[in-house]
């Protein structure tokens, strides 16, 4: 699997702090980001209330890729009523990813996926979208993903189409379809997501 990404204009990163409110539910994302032109580092906090699907958890995590956008580290500790959980995904330059739940590392190539979504982040949408500069240039890319589901942890191999719809200075359109949803994401000049139709909104 090809996972180069475009060639761009490098600049210093830089600091923000986002935060996504759920759409028809009481959930909200918080996160700090730095991010440079395509690599990214972030440290963030996912707190939900019960639904009929999952139970009320607190989630946090930190994520680094390289300069590239290609993922490096993911952390994610959860929190609900039966106590505290937690996972740590690395890839290696080669593609050899190491997932660990405190149990020893399992050792996999996930078929070459350079991507990791967080269920419920609306942050993990822009890994993809940045790493193939899709805001910046119309392009369509169906990619392996590694996807972290929330609360469980339980880890497992996605696939997830992205395809440019509109490319603009200040605001660009993703379109985003997966196994479970599919949605236009309007993202920002840096390719972080402002809307996720059915899961969040950015304040």
């Known amino acids: 699997m090809d996972v180069e990404a475009p060639e761009s204009k490098s600049r210093a990163p830089r600091a923000t702090m986002l935060t996504w ?11 700090r980001v730095v991010a440079g032109d395509r690599g990214i580092r972030a440290t ?3 707190v939900a209330a019960p639904t009929e699907d999952a ?19 993911l952390t994610v500790r959860i ?31 996930f078929d070459g ?17 940045r790493r193939l500069g899709l805001h910046r240039t119309p392009a369509e890319h169906e990619l392996p993903m590694v996807f972290v589901h929330l609360p469980s942890l339980a880890v497992e191999l996605t696939r997830q189409t992205y395809r440019t719809v509109s490319v603009g200075a200040e605001q660009s359109v993703v379109a985003f379809e997966s196994e479970r949803f599919d949605a236009e994401l309007t993202v ?7 809307a996720y139709p059915g899961l969040a909104q950015r304040l």
């Open 21 to 31: 409110a759920g759409v028809g539910t009481s959930r909200l994302e918080a996160v």
């Open 44 to 46: 963030g906090s996912i």
């Open 188 to 194: 920002d000049s840096e390719g972080l997501v402002i």
């Open 113 to 129: 996926a350079a991507d990791v979504d967080l269920a419920y982040s609306p942050l993990f949408n822009a890994l993809p979208v």
């Open 79 to 109: 929190t609900t009523a039966s106590g505290e959980r937690h996972v740590a995904l690395s890839r290696s330059e080669e593609g050899i990813w190491l997932v660990d739940h405190g149990a020893g590392a399992a050792r996999t190539d």
């Open 55 to 73: 139970p009320a958890f607190s989630a946090s995590y930190t994520l680094s890729t390289d300069e590239g956008g290609v993922i490096g580290r």
